[in-house]
């Protein structure tokens, strides 16, 4: 079993940065692929960015790309989604998910999921 809880989440202007935690319970974790996710309101979950178990390889959605880093501590069991030049659009709650099998952005392969960080930017 993985737990999650994500954090850092909060209210930023327009061009502003945030970096969002996702720390893990369960000796497994550092071998699962981790992704981030996010859902703003009214709309479907969308994929982030997703790291693979050992942090050499990621991959950023286009909506992201160049404005979003994926990185991971596994000696901390931690994750982390630096996000800067952040835009209203950004405006979500974010999600960190756990896959132990593939190296996907598709948010069915995700075993474990947190509870989300509420991302609020205003313009």
């Known amino acids: 079993q993985v737990q999650l809880v994500e954090s850092g989440g909060g209210l930023v202007q327009a061009g502003g940065s945030l970096r969002l935690s996702c720390a893990a319970s369960?000796?497994?974790?550092?071998?699962?692929?981790v992704g981030w996710f996010r859902q703003a309101a009214g709309k479907d979950r969308e994929f982030v960015a997703r790291?693979?178990?050992?942090?050499?390889?990621?991959y950023y959605a286009d909506s992201v790309k160049g404005r979003a880093t994926i990185s991971r501590d596994n000696a901390k069991n931690t994750v982390y989604l630096q996000m800067n030049s952040l835009k209203p659009e950004d405006t979500a709650l974010y999600y960190c998910?756990?896959?132990?099998?593939?190296?996907?952005?598709?948010?069915?392969?995700?075993?474990?999921w947190g509870q989300g960080t509420q991302v609020t930017v205003s313009s």
């Open positions: 998910a756990a896959d132990k099998y593939r190296y996907t952005s598709n948010a069915l392969s995700y075993e474990y």
């Open positions: 369960g000796s497994t974790f550092t071998t699962y692929t």
């Open positions: 790291t693979s178990w050992r942090g050499e390889t990621t």
